[in-house]
């Protein structure tokens, strides 16, 4: 391997040969704790020859990775002492979980967290036999994982989550590896762009190693494959100062580390120090590395005659045939012995007192760092008493507000309470204004820090509203600014929050396991509004039309997610309230933007909301029982329920009905589902067993059939909802084209009622003519019928 090195560094030796030595010892030591985690079940410091009956029956686990990340984690160790750091280590490549274990049991976080695992030959093989073991540890660096907020198992995060970590944390230093293979994701591709919105002057620094091993699982990275000089430039594009690390001599690397990290910590302090202390606002060039070591450094070079160190052979288990093949146990127990164990553990098993002093002390260590377990760190959101922004309700849905509006009035009072405390940012892709949540934007601005022109409105260097046309940079900020102790919110378009499915996936996991964890204290939970709805993306069409994030999340854990429907803006009020002050959930809300009616004062969907779902007396007759139940959950829905509610008084004034209006979805389940579950008793009490119930649901309708199908009344329930109907048309088109419209589900009513079946006929005639009129009327005047667009709820 040829040698690059940043000429100003290369003939820099800033290291001792004492420490070099000792710093060469300590690496040797996590590697050798790596391979034994990913092989050995006993004998874990050699102290007989090798046997099969000491390795693992399955060899599950990441070896190739795993050297590249503990050479790093020693030399931030060597960083952290000398320069007092604040740092916390990202691994994108979070299959090399044995490197972060063997590094946080070496510094002795590992120990303080879990005692049974002791620094000791004992505690040693407890290490390594829990590690791919079932009920032990998982093979990557996760929520168990002292020291880490990111998982790693699906690639592609990391450099989002260190921004999002490193916003309004002036004293961290964020190092982040990102593996070469990651680095082709799309996520992590954006999110180099993370530097235009990093502020020297209020945020800390994020320093980026690109980990170029060269290879993925079997096949050669892209960037290992193009020239250096291409690769550096696509680096300077990007707006950073590129450094390159490149060899494979341990003791020539540890050198040439030691000088380009010294150079590279400089850097970042220069650029801190001209914002802090001289004023500069300039967008700084901030420093990254590319290291460009072997896959599987220091493994087997050669197996079965076919290379492996340096080679993609390397990215897993390297010698994989152990108990095939003799030579393997051989081949394994000489790689072992290779990083010298008896110079690393004295003879009880205990790392050497010499070699564990160059290691930080006790919060310094990363496995100790608290900002990896932002619940110790979290302040209580400050949020203004909601009731102040309630809209005042004179007649039930006679005036129309913009629902979403309101909020944002409420999330800028918010961000001014904790302006001081630099702790809440609200996140979008380029949709806050448009989702109508501008309020929340005055004041604060929007995060920017890349050129300016006149014509820009509300940018501003220490804005706190983050708006990137990449709901993957959204979401990973938001994420790495949650796990490190802070509050946020996101909002984004109903039908293109799906492109971040996969993140709330990672998230929901992570929340999932951490809750097993009791010294992973609780975060403030992750708040998505979605707006611009289906129903109302009328004028953008079928692309723009899915409600489909609602069951994605409904896969999740009950203990994990929340959705909400609010009908209207005090409900949204009330449920936007509630999820800015919980903990440890991913919260949903569905609201439309577009003017609306209003339905419940506040006082009314303060209390609507602590239920979750409830009759709405004043727009229902059902005294003496219902003959058929109106349930309805959502904005649009809600109001074609009410609209149809009146179509059958007019046609069947002497019907009892009963309206139903769910904002909490979680409350149609069984208790036994989900903890927000109404008890079958009061469910039935709503919804009587025999009563036919016609539900108007804002998403796909086989949803509500999923969380209610073991009620009792459920052969009764009949849902409309979005059938995956969708062009550029009317809003009552929309409603029309997936039989949701108040036509519609009246006659669902009437031809549910058995005492009403001799109506059917006419009412199927009356609901096609009404149908025919209607599509006549749009199809001509590129509008819906006035009747329609102007139909109010009668006045009290
Ligand atoms: C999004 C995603 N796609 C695919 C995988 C499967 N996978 C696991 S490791 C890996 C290769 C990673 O290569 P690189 O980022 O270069 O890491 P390293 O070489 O350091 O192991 C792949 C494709 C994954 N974990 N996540
Ligand atoms: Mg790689």
């Known amino acids: ?7 100003e560094t290369a003939s820099e030796a800033p290291l001792s040969p004492e420490l070099l030595a000792k710093m060469d010892a300590y690496w040797r030591a996590a590697n050798y704790l790596s391979v034994g985690q990913i092989y050995l079940k006993d004998n874990p410091l050699l102290e007989r020859p090798l046997t099969l009956d000491d390795v693992k029956p399955r060899l599950l686990g990441h070896w190739g990775t ?9 030399h931030w160790n060597r960083l952290i002492r000398e320069r007092n750091l604040n740092m916390l280590y990202i691994i994108g490549p979070g299959h090399g979980g044995p490197g972060l274990v063997a590094n946080t049991y070496l510094e002795g976080s590992y120990s303080e967290i879990y005692p ?6 004992d505690g040693i093989k407890r290490l390594f036999r829990q590690f791919s073991w079932p009920y032990g540890i998982p093979s990557h660096v996760a929520p ?35 593996g070469d293979g990651e680095a082709e994701t799309g996520p992590l591709a954006t999110s180099w762009h993370g530097n235009k919105f990093l502020n020297p002057l209020t945020d800390g620094a994020v320093l980026p190693i690109l980990h170029l091993n060269g290879y993925k699982i079997a096949n050669p990275t892209i960037l290992a494959r193009i020239p250096h000089a291409e690769l550096e430039s696509l680096m300077r594009g990007y707006g950073y100062e590129p450094f390159t690390l490149e060899g494979d001599d341990p003791a020539v690397m540890h050198q040439q580390a030691a000088a380009v990290f010294d150079t590279m910590l400089d850097r970042i302090a220069a650029i801190q120090k001209a914002a802090r202390e001289d004023g500069s606002t300039a967008r700084p060039a901030w420093p990254m590395l590319i290291m460009r070591t072997p896959k599987g450094w220091t493994g087997p070079k050669f197996v079965d005659g076919k290379p492996v160190e340096g080679t993609w052979r390397a990215h897993q288990v390297p010698l994989s045939e152990i108990f095939e093949k003799p030579d393997h146990l051989r081949l394994l127990e000489e790689w072992m012995r290779s990083y010298k164990p008896e110079e690393l553990f004295n003879d009880k098993g205990h790392f050497r007192e010499d070699l564990a002093e160059i290691a930080p002390k006790g919060k310094l260590r990363m496995g100790m760092n608290a900002h990896a377990n ?20 004179e007649g039930r849905g006679q005036a129309d507000v913009e629902t979403t509006r309101v909020l944002g009035r409420l999330l800028h009072a918010v961000m001014e309470a904790n302006l001081e405390d630099r702790n809440f940012r609200v996140f979008g892709p380029d949709e806050t204004a448009s989702n109508r949540l501008q309020d929340v934007i005055t004041g604060t601005g929007k995060a920017w820090m890349a050129e300016t022109l006149p014509v820009d409105e509300n940018l501003s260097e220490t804005g706190h509203v983050m708006e990137v046309l990449s709901e993957h940079m959204c979401q990973g900020w938001y994420e790495g600014y949650l796990l490190t102790g802070r509050h946020g919110f996101f909002s984004c378009y109903e039908a293109f929050i799906h492109i971040i499915d996969s993140m709330a996936n990672q998230h929901a996991k992570w929340l999932k396991v951490t809750r097993g964890i009791p010294w992973r204290k609780p975060i403030a939970s992750l708040n998505y509004l979605l707006s611009s709805l289906v129903w109302r993306q009328d004028h953008n069409g079928f692309s723009h039309q899915d409600p489909g994030f609602i069951d994605h999340l409904m896969n999740k854990k009950a203990d994990v997610v929340r959705i909400y429907l609010p009908p209207d803006a005090n409900t949204l009020l009330s449920v936007g309230d509630h999820c800015l002050r919980s903990r440890n959930y991913i919260n949903l809300i569905v609201a439309g933007k577009q003017p609306a009616p209003q339905w419940l004062t506040i006082d009314e969907a303060i209390a609507h909301c602590t239920t979750g779902l409830g009759v709405w007396p004043w727009a229902s007759n059902d005294e003496g029982g219902p003959e058929v139940v109106m349930a309805c959950c959502g904005d649009v829905p809600t109001l074609e329920t009410l609209a149809a509610v009146c179509l059958l008084r007019k046609r069947v004034p002497d019907l009892r009905i009963r309206v139903v209006n769910v904002v909490d979805l979680m409350a149609l389940q069984p208790t036994s589902e989900h903890p927000h579950g109404l008890p079958d008793e009061e469910f039935d009490q709503l919804f009587p067993v025999g009563v036919p119930v016609v539900f108007a649901f804002h998403g796909y309708p086989w949803l509500i059939h999923r969380l209610t199908y073991r009620r009792h009344n459920h052969d009764n329930i009949h849902v409309r909802g979005y059938k995956e109907e969708g062009t ?10 997936n039989n949701i419209d108040r036509f519609q589900l009246a006659l669902d009513a009437i031809k549910r009622v058995a005492r009403l079946k001799p109506l059917a006929a006419t009412a199927e005639q009356w609901y096609s003519e009404a149908i025919q009129r209607h599509k006549l009327y749009v199809a001509e005047n590129g509008d819906d019928l006035p009747e329609i667009k102007d139909w109010r709820w009668p006045k009290d």
């Open 116 to 121: 049974h695992i002791e620094r000791n030959a």
């Open 66 to 74: 795993t050297p590249g990340l503990n050479f790093l984690y020693v």
């Open 1 to 7: 391997m040829s040698e690059r090195m940043a000429s």
């Open 374 to 393: 932002g619940g110790l760190l979290l302040k209580p959101l400050k949020v203004p008493n909601f009731r102040d922004f309630a809209v005042k309700i």
């Open 144 to 178: 168990e994982t002292p020291g880490s907020i990111h998982e790693g198992g699906e690639l592609g995060y990391s450099l989002v989550h260190a921004y999002g970590a490193a916003f309004d944390n002036p004293d961290l230093i964020v190092a982040c590896v990102v």
């Open 728 to 737: 550029t048309t009317t809003p009552f088109d929309m409603c029309v084209l």
